[in-house]
T-cell receptor, first 115, second 115 residues
Framework: DAGVIQSPRHEVTEMGQEVTLRCKPISGHDYLFWYRQTMMRGLELLIYFNNNVPIDDSGMPEDRFSAKMPNASFSNLKIQPSEPRDSAVYFC?????????????FGAGSRLTVL | KNQVEQSPQSLIILEGKNCTLQCNYTVSPFSNLRWYKQDTGRGPVSLTIMTFSENTKSNGRYTATLDADTKQSSLHITASQLSDSASYICVVSAAASGGSYIPTFGRGTSLIVHP
């Protein structure tokens, strides 16, 4: 298995532009999580899906952020319009519940820089 | 509010020495606790997972302990190697609605092993 695949690995954009980050979870995993990591706050949960349905999006910073999971093998996170404070590493993770425990497998992350 | 606090924030040790990282949590109802290792520029990778009934678990030179009464965990690294330089993240999961288990992440301890 190739693991969780994220793209792009690096994105540099200008303030006001739309950013789309993509994630392909591990086949068979029924949970998908989007996290943002910064030095100041560490890993923050933005939103998670179960069986393609958004369950909790309370971590999404504001209306500029949106996430979709149209099918079991793809999710995207959009920021429109982007702002410099959105600069961070965005991680996608997937899991399936085994014996009552979610063990997340993380992608390599997408490093976003907004100028 | 579920919280996970880790200490120290950063640690520098000499190669070959042992070290212990701490994790305190206020997560309820407790489901499981995991330690992740995150190398620079990579996503976190699971090291150990412990449920309520387990108080110690080893993975090579890594040994995690859990005291569910005091809500504390530690990660002990024996005979450190240069490759142990990374961020170590404590993750505690609580049972959520619908039978899911949502993790709360600590901010991590940054470990640097010097030759």
């Amino acid at each position: 298995d190739a693991g969780v695949i994220q793209s792009p690995r690096h994105e540099v954009t200008e303030m006001g532009q739309e950013v789309t980050l993509r994630c392909k979870p591990i086949s068979g995993h029924d949970y998908l999580f989007w996290y943002r990591q910064t030095m100041m706050r560490g890993l923050e949960l933005l939103i998670y899906f179960n069986n393609n349905v958004p369950i909790d999006d309370s971590g999404m910073p504001e209306d500029r952020f949106s996430a979709k999971m149209p099918n079991a093998s793809f999710s995207n996170l959009k920021i429109q319009p982007s702002e410099p404070r959105d600069s961070a590493v965005y991680f996608c993770a997937s899991s399936r519940r085994v014996s009552g425990a979610n063990v997340l497998t993380f992608g390599a992350g997408s490093r976003l820089t907004v100028l | 509010k579920n919280q996970v606090e880790q200490s120290p924030q950063s640690l520098i040790i000499l190669e070959g020495k042992n070290c212990t990282l701490q994790c305190n949590y206020t997560v309820s109802p407790f489901s499981n606790l995991r330690w992740y290792k995150q190398d620079t520029g990579r996503g976190p990778v699971s090291l150990t997972i412990m449920t309520f009934s387990e108080n110690t678990k080893s993975n090579g030179r890594y040994t995690a302990t859990l005291d569910a009464d005091t809500k504390q965990s530690s990660l002990h690294i024996t005979a450190s190697q240069l490759s142990d330089s990374a961020s170590y993240i404590c993750v505690v999961s609580a049972a959520a609605s619908g039978g899911s288990y949502i993790p709360t992440f600590g901010r991590g301890t940054s470990l640097i092993v010097h030759p």
